[in-house]
């Protein structure tokens, strides 16, 4: 009686390299999901997914893959991982983003009382809900006011992930 193979992150490393660099979306996505599936989160990012990018950026840096190949396989896995960051943080209980579900959205007021400086990243999104953009250190909400449905919220955070400001 033999055992199954178990596929090692080398091998899952080489089907990432295999669908994403030949622009291969949903192959990319079947192996990203085995991946997740068969090893969890946090082995399937520091064995698999990490070490993936990182041979990305050599390749690129080499010559041996173009821009294209790298910008294409860095969005796809960005993209998986701004969903299971979302998953994570509805399970804490905060809300979805109030751009994409216009019935969530709150007053300008409410917003600008609910997002002090000094709260952090999981605080703000606590008072308001999921952000709709995630830039660096800028965070931007949908609010809205009696003359707007929508209102777009940017908050600034610190290095340190603490509000620094709030414009409307």
Same mark, same amino acid.
């Given at each position: 009686?033999?055992?199954?193979?178990?596929?090692? $992150?080398?091998?899952?490393?080489?089907? %990432?390299?295999?669908? %994403?660099?030949? !622009?291969?979306?949903? #192959?990319?996505?079947?192996?990203?999901?085995?991946?997740?599936?068969?090893?969890?989160?946090?082995?399937?990012?520091?064995?698999?997914?990490? $070490? /993936?990018?990182?041979?990305?950026?050599?390749?690129?840096? +080499? #010559?041996?893959?173009?821009? +294209? *190949?790298?910008?294409?396989? @860095?969005?796809?896995?960005? @993209?998986?991982? !701004?969903?299971?960051?979302?998953?994570?943080?509805?399970?804490?209980?905060?809300? $979805?983003?109030?751009?994409?579900?216009?019935?969530?959205?709150?007053?300008?007021?409410?917003?600008?009382?609910?997002?002090?400086?000094?709260?952090?990243?999981?605080?703000?999104?606590? +008072?308001?809900? *999921?952000? /709709?953009?995630?830039?660096?250190?800028? /965070?931007? !909400?949908? =609010?809205?006011? =009696?003359?707007?449905?929508?209102? %777009?919220?940017?908050?600034? !955070?610190?290095?340190?992930?603490?509000?620094?400001?709030?414009?409307?």
């Amino acid at each position: 009686m033999s055992t199954p193979h178990r596929t090692t $992150p080398g091998e899952w490393r080489d089907g %990432l390299e295999e669908t %994403l660099e030949s !622009f291969d979306e949903t #192959g990319g996505h079947r192996v990203l999901s085995r991946v997740f599936d068969e090893l969890g989160v946090e082995d399937a990012l520091s064995l698999v997914v990490l $070490p /993936y990018l990182h041979d990305v950026g050599e390749r690129w840096s +080499a #010559g041996s893959i173009g821009v +294209a *190949q790298e910008h294409f396989a @860095s969005h796809v896995l960005r @993209s998986r991982l !701004f969903v299971l960051m979302e998953a994570d943080e509805r399970a804490e209980g905060i809300a $979805p983003d109030s751009c994409r579900n216009p019935e969530l959205r709150k007053s300008v007021g409410a917003v600008t009382s609910l997002v002090r400086p000094g709260l952090t990243t999981r605080a703000v999104m606590r +008072a308001v809900g *999921q952000p /709709y953009e995630r830039l660096g250190s800028t /965070y931007r !909400f949908c =609010a809205r006011s =009696a003359s707007d449905a929508k209102v %777009l919220v940017t908050v600034r !955070f610190s290095r340190a992930g603490r509000v620094t400001g709030l414009r409307a």
